[in-house]
């Protein structure tokens, strides 16, 4: 009986763990970046920055972001049409993930709004997903403490 090994996927870009392939996100304190080493981490990056950018923000990318704040104040929240514009945001910006769910709550009688997506890298099946709690005792004036707070790995 011939033996089956499962080979493990790795996309050619983490083969080198010396160079940097992109700028982890949120920045950590004023005018300091911090690179990405592994494809997983900079996927992560890419969908909070896509999450947490307003439309317009971005200069020559104006349908950019999924602008989270837009939902945070208002008294009824589509959760159907933001899980929409979150895949489309998504599938657009991001193709090397395959979304596995999204998930929306937002709680009636405060203002918070929780975010999760659930996701799997389409080079080598991994999967991981990030969890964005968005509330407004956040103080989202000040750079050095990120607004929304974000975890990973359910």
Avoid: C, W
């Amino acid at each position: 009986m011939a033996n089956v090994r499962d080979y493990i996927r790795i996309n050619p870009i983490d083969v080198n763990n010396r160079r940097a392939i992109g700028v982890r996100f949120p920045f950590n304190a004023e005018g300091v970046f911090f690179s990405t080493y592994e494809t997983a981490e900079q996927v992560k990056s890419n969908l909070l920055n896509i999450i947490l950018t307003e439309p317009g923000e971005r200069v020559f990318k104006p349908n950019f972001g999924v602008g989270l704040r837009e939902y945070l104040f208002e008294n009824f929240t589509d959760e159907e049409s933001l899980k929409e514009k979150i895949n489309n945001q998504i599938k657009l910006y991001i193709p090397q993930i395959e979304l596995v769910n999204v998930t929306v709550d937002k709680s009636p009688d405060s203002h918070e709004l929780y975010v999760g997506i659930f996701y799997r890298l389409i080079n080598n099946g991994e999967e991981d997903a990030i969890q964005i709690n968005f509330t407004q005792d956040n103080n989202l004036s000040n750079s050095s403490t990120p607004s929304p707070s974000a975890g990973g790995g359910y």
